[in-house]
């Protein structure tokens, strides 16, 4: 380990280290100076240790993140190996999947961006887009922190409040599930003839109910009970409880929460939520013939079923980015229209894309940052309560 030269060595006049003289004979006058020189070389090795401990938990972040994703690709992979079915694998339309995947996360992350706008320190859109792309890989390490833990990091490095971003994650993630819950309500009530399934009430028995309807208010459910959640004056109280052991998190870390920045959020999230329905149509088109008039009928059973079973995924954190549950909904809800061996390859497939999407995305705007592509941090606003 490198250590500090003697800061004193070159001071004219100044007794050398180890004889008499440095320990009887020291000018009182050069206690001062001494000891700001000191005081300084401590300062820049408490500095640059800092530097190496930053780099080393940025080492050891995208590590996780590389072992996370690499074992979701292999068990994915895996899963699909089983299901032996003689499939026409178009790459161009998997590509066209990642792209509307890709569209479908961009408009999150305006919101996320939007939610930032509303706190008293606001980042450049394109730091706050970029934070928001390359944490996504986060969510395939087991416990789901790790996105908020990149996200808060990366907005942080560019003027945002790191609480005040962690507090923006879960905000832009909670409304993006209200919207998922309401869109898959009302795909499910559009998705035509619906299934039976028989279960066995205590009292009435045997009884026959329609899988559609069925998963139509289970996902209503979901989406008023998120929604009261997201609701301004509600949100704010909970983020206040929620922040108290985080420090530098009071009152004003928090955005100004408002029915305009909510509704906002619903309509971003909702024309992500028909991007990431397209996405999986693309996939459905890139391993069979179909036609595009046959794409279209199903389109909102696979809208609602890719926004149910997301919904469900993030509901049941157990499992690192929603694994197994995410595809088991998918697969079900898919069934009636796909068929079953096909709804299992294409939900399988879509993680696949959606993966590779993610990893070549935090690939193209990882750089930008370290090349200067992002403007200064934008004058902070003044944060100001309410929910008007």
């Not at 507090?167 to 619906?194: C, D, Q, R």
Request: glycine share 10%.
């Amino acid at each position: 380990m490198h250590l500090a030269a003697d800061p004193t060595r070159d001071l004219p006049g100044f007794p050398r280290a180890g004889t008499l003289d440095h320990v009887d004979r020291v000018p009182p006058s050069w206690f001062p100076r001494v000891s700001s020189v000191r005081r300084k070389v401590f300062l820049m090795n408490r500095v640059r240790w800092r530097k190496r401990l930053i780099l080393a938990v940025k080492v050891v972040v995208a590590a996780a993140v590389v072992w996370g994703v690499g074992r979701h690709v292999l068990r994915t992979w895996s899963d699909l190996k089983r299901h032996e079915l003689v499939l026409q694998v178009s790459p161009a339309y998997l590509a066209v999947s990642g792209l509307l995947y890709l569209v479908g996360l961009t408009l999150c992350a305006l919101f996320y961006d939007d939610v930032l706008k509303a706190s008293s320190t606001p980042i450049p859109r394109l730091a706050a887009v970029r934070a928001y792309l390359i944490s996504h890989l986060g969510k395939y390490v087991p416990g789901k922190a790790m996105v908020v833990v990149m996200r808060a990091g990366m907005s942080a490095q560019h003027g945002a409040r790191g609480a005040t971003a962690a507090i923006a994650t879960f905000y832009e993630t909670l409304v993006m599930m209200a919207s998922g819950g309401l869109i898959a309500a009302a795909g499910f009530a559009m998705g035509g003839p619906s299934p039976l399934a028989t279960v066995n009430l205590p009292v009435l028995g045997a009884t026959s109910i329609p899988v559609f309807q069925l998963a139509s208010l289970g996902s209503l459910g979901l989406g008023l009970g998120f929604l009261v959640v997201v609701w301004p004056s509600v949100f704010r109280r909970i983020a206040l409880v929620a922040s108290l052991p985080i420090p530098g998190a009071g009152p004003d870390a928090l955005p100004r929460f408002t029915k305009r920045l909510m509704a906002l959020g619903l309509a971003r999230a909702s024309l992500s939520w028909l991007a990431l329905g397209l996405s999986q149509l693309a996939v459905v088109r890139g391993l069979t013939p179909w036609g595009y008039r046959e794409l279209l009928a199903t389109y909102p059973l696979v809208v609602a079923s890719v926004a149910l079973a997301t919904v469900a995924g993030f509901v049941i954190a157990v499992f690192p980015g929603g694994l197994g549950v995410r595809e088991g909904v998918l697969m079900y809800a898919l069934g009636p229209a796909l068929g079953v061996d096909l709804a299992v390859v294409a939900a399988l497939v879509l993680r696949l894309v959606w993966v590779a999407a993610e990893f070549v995305a935090a690939l193209a705007v990882g750089p930008l940052a370290s090349r200067g592509d992002i403007p200064p941090n934008p004058l902070p606003q003044p944060s100001t309560s309410g929910s008007s």
